[in-house]
Each structure stands twice: as C-alpha cells, then as structure tokens.
C-alpha cells in the first residue's frame, strides 16, 4: 500500500515539478550564440519573450518584435499591431515560412542578410538543430514563404 501511495503522489507531484524547471531554463536570459546580425542592434541583443533556441527568439534577438505567437502567426499578429509586411525580401526583414514543406507545424521565421536577383540569404536559429545559428541562401520566388515583415522605419 505505501508503495502504491508512494507511486501515485510521484504521479501527481513530478510532472508540475519537471515543467516548471523546463519552463525555467527556456525563459532564463542566455547569452546569444553570436553576435547580433546587424550594428543597429544593442548589444545582448534586443530583450524578447520567446524561448530560447527556437526561431523566434534569434529573430527577436536581431529585431525589436512586439507581437507574439508562434513562427507561423507572426505575420497576422504583426499586421494587427500595425506593422508593414511585404511580398518579397528586403535586408533585415523577417521571413515568415509556412508551417510543412521541411518546416515546423508551428512555421519558421528567419532574418534576412542579404537579397540578390534570384534569392536572398537568411541567418535562422533550429533550423539545423535546436538553438544553432545557421545562414543559408534560399531560392526566389520561394513558395514556403508567407511573407515578410520589412525593417520599420522609425520617425522623430
């Protein structure tokens, strides 16, 4: 019987335990795997919300992000903040891929570092793995791609 008690209140107790420890380490402050993307970035990295390792936080590391959500409703949640979004890659936007094709079912963004005729380059965190930094060169047009959310200009 107290083995049976003893299995039950591990049952009832661990699990709580062991998500709130995960939580914990996904939301601690760590430090970035590089350094920022671009000069206009402070350093550490702009402060966001997201965990850490996935695509979200390196792109919120690189750009100031005030929406939420995950990868794939980026887009819709940065256009009902305001936000400019656009069809085709511009330096320092965000690309929003569509959940499938080689991507997450929750979707993928990524920055973009570079754009020339016929592609454009991107810098990604868990693409390859969970929590590495990546570049690579993506065809254009690009039928995964949502869309992109442009580098806001910012009036005084």
């Not at 750009?63 to 305001?82: E, F, H, I, M, P």
């Not at 936000?83 to 080689?102: H, K, N, Q």
Request: charge should be neutral; aromatic fraction near 10%; glycine fraction near 10%.
């Amino acid at each position: 019987m107290k083995a049976a008690l003893g299995l039950l209140a591990a049952l009832v107790f661990l699990p709580p335990l062991v998500a709130a420890s995960a939580v914990a380490v996904s939301t601690a402050p760590h430090r970035a795997p590089t350094t920022p993307l671009f000069s206009s970035v402070p350093p550490g990295g702009y402060l966001d919300r997201f965990p850490f390792g996935q695509c979200t936080w390196w792109a919120a590391y690189n750009r100031r992000v005030t929406w939420s959500g995950n990868a794939d409703d980026w887009l819709l949640n940065a256009r009902a903040q305001g936000v400019e979004t656009s069809l085709t890659p511009s330096p320092e936007a965000i690309v929003v891929y569509r959940p499938g094709g080689g991507y997450s079912e929750l979707g993928h963004v990524a920055v973009v570092i570079a754009v020339a005729a016929g592609s454009y380059t991107v810098s990604e965190m868990n693409f390859i793995g969970w929590g590495q930094v990546n570049t690579r060169a993506v065809g254009w047009p690009d039928p995964h791609v949502r869309g992109f959310i442009p580098l806001q200009e910012v009036t005084r």
